[in-house]
């Protein structure tokens, strides 16, 4: 059998059919994502004015302002920049961009111990706490301890060498105990285990492969479910999560998938687990139709997800928004995913400065103006208009929190309000 030659104009038509039927397929998925988006991301806000009396007040004018999301979009920062007085520009955009975040390293067991420096010590780490604290920001808790030795502590290796597993079990419990303290009047949430799986990292004893450790490793899975237990104890309400990369960006038979599965069982079935962090480092061009299928895969569970380090690493520049956008629209509109974190948005502090949304200048970058497009204007409510003759005025409107203006033969009123899907009547009594 013979083939006819694939000529040049060929390939090109080739390609032309190949790329309108993935535009097809991605505006199918958009089309269902914004649906999705729609029924779980708001809900209708419903303002209701009347005098002191109780009578509805028709014709009043509202305006509607959006203030802050209820959905977590944040990202990692350096405490050092935090607590740098010459670093104003770095937090003001922090504050303008994110409403949560989390300290990159400084919660981390090496800088928890003091192996690198005072400038991202407890001391300084608290110190920065307490301005994001102030700010309103919320800060996740990463990590609160590690598996093995290759990221552990100076102190804690010393423990280990000179007194054992059993000794440094208590040491870890200590600083579990010192951590939550000293943090929990602003963290309430952590990664109690970063890491769990992957070949330097703990996870095969959840397989029933106890032997050959990785180099390095000290605790399995079942001193794991310990610091849960330990930090539980500590922060009764608070919100336990493991954290893991790979998953989302790894190919979909990668045993890394398999493996992190087997460490959300086992704590999960512990009652120790209240959600699944999704670190999401990518590179190149994504299919985001198979990074959907893994994210189902992930809900599958019905715990909380969220998106805790968000990377898009790549040479093109509008690759990396088109992308960024994607990702950010499927995490937006998958229901239990509640929050949404980059690592790092500045070249100036980022561990990869080209995944970053701003570039050293502070100008912005294409993923920069996707990512504020998303968030502050297709993802954002600003409405307006007169209350019917039952003194009410309804839009639909992002989950939030606002700022409502009334005016009534132009003397104006201020009240806040937060829109939540179960309480969405906003009454307003004028003086």
């Known amino acids: 059998m013979t083939f006819p030659q694939i000529t040049p104009s060929i390939r090109v038509l080739l390609g032309l059919l190949l790329l309108i039927g993935s535009t097809a397929a991605n505006a199918d998925w958009l089309y269902d994502a914004n649906k999705r988006i729609e029924q779980h991301r708001k809900a209708p806000l419903q303002v209701t004015v009347q005098d002191k009396q109780g009578r509805p007040v028709k014709g009043a004018d509202i305006q509607v302002h959006m203030t802050r999301h209820a959905f977590e979009f944040g990202s990692a920062v350096k405490v050092a920049m935090i607590n740098d007085p010459e670093k104003e520009a770095y937090r003001q955009k922090f504050l303008e961009l994110f409403n949560s975040g989390t300290f990159e390293n400084a919660l981390k067991v090496k800088a928890w111990s003091g192996d690198f420096g005072p400038a991202v010590g407890p001391d300084a780490t608290i110190k920065a706490l307490h301005w994001t604290h102030s700010n309103h920001i919320k800060i996740r808790g990463h990590a609160m301890t590690g598996n093995g030795l290759r990221n552990s502590s100076k102190p804690f290796i010393k423990i280990h060498e000179e007194r054992g597993k059993e000794a440094l079990i208590q040491a870890v419990m200590g600083a579990i105990d010192d951590k939550a303290d000293r943090t929990k009047f602003a963290i309430d949430e952590w990664d109690v285990v970063n890491h769990p799986v992957g070949l330097q990292r703990p996870g095969r004893e959840a397989e029933g492969l106890t032997n050959g450790r990785p180099r390095g490793q000290v605790f399995g899975i079942e001193e794991s479910i310990g610091w849960y237990e330990r930090s539980r104890k500590n922060l009764p309400q608070g919100k336990l999560y493991l954290n893991e990369s790979g998953i989302l960006s790894s190919a979909d038979d990668s045993p890394q998938i398999d493996k992190y599965i087997s460490w959300i069982k086992h704590v999960n079935e512990a009652g120790l687990l209240d959600g699944i962090g999704l670190q999401s480092h990518f590179r ?49 509109s998958t229901p239990l995913v509640v929050g949404f974190q980059v690592w790092g948005f500045w070249e100036g502090a980022a561990f990869q400065p080209p995944v970053v949304m701003y570039r050293a200048d502070w100008s912005e970058k294409p993923n920069g103006a996707a990512y504020r497009d998303l968030v502050f204007n297709q993802w954002w409510t600003e409405e307006a208009g ?26 104006p009123t201020k009240a806040t ?12 009594t004028l003086d």
């Open 386 to 411: 007169k209350t019917n003759k039952k003194g009410i005025f309804t839009t639909s409107a992002f989950l939030g929190d606002y700022d409502i203006h009334v005016s009534v033969k132009g003397k």
């Open 284 to 332: 190149g061009n994504p299919d985001i139709l198979k990074v959907e299928a893994r994210m189902e895969r992930m809900a599958s569970f019905g715990l909380p997800l969220r998106i805790t380090e968000f990377t898009i690493n790549g040479s093109d520049e509008e690759q990396q928004a088109q992308f960024t956008r994607e990702f950010m629209t499927l995490a937006f």
């Open 417 to 428: 309000f937060t829109l939540t899907k179960e309480g969405n009547d906003c009454l307003i």
